[in-house]
Nanobody, 114 residues
Framework: VQLQASGGGLVQAGGSLRLSCLYSRSMSSSYAVGWYRQAPGKQRELVAMINSDRSIDYAESVKGRFTISRDIGRKTMYLQMNSLKPEDTAVYYC?????????WGQGTQVTVSS
């Protein structure tokens, strides 16, 4: 596993969590890094992504609440999640794409109680 995710857990609605993913390979600013999530019975969906051109995209449902970032020196990517809602409950996956690799983390569970 090239990406090790951490930071998930149980939180009340309105609370915050920060997810992290540590990358075992070297990280470049030209890599696309993204967070995805999959809720029970639903397809995996994109939550946030830093594209290879450094532009950032967010799902409409998380805009203004979630922030994606990365620290290239620490080889780590983050997802700061604020104002969490029960509908944010899912397994969250990190992903890094380069020309040579398409690596996925193992997933971390986020549960938001109402």
């Amino acid at each position: 596993v090239q990406l090790q995710a951490s930071g998930g857990g149980l939180v009340q609605a309105g609370g915050s969590l920060r997810l992290s993913c540590l990358y075992s390979r070297s990280m470049s600013s030209s890599y696309a890094v993204g967070w995805y999530r999959q809720a029970p019975g639903k397809q995996r969906e994109l939550v946030a992504m830093i594209n290879s051109d450094r532009s950032i995209d967010y799902a409409e449902s998380v805009k203004g609440r979630f922030t994606i970032s990365r620290d290239i020196g620490r080889k780590t990517m983050y997802l700061q999640m604020n104002s969490l809602k029960p509908e944010d409950t899912a397994v969250y996956y990190c992903n890094i794409k380069s020309r040579a690799y398409n690596d996925w983390g193992q997933g971390t569970q986020v549960t938001v109680s109402s």
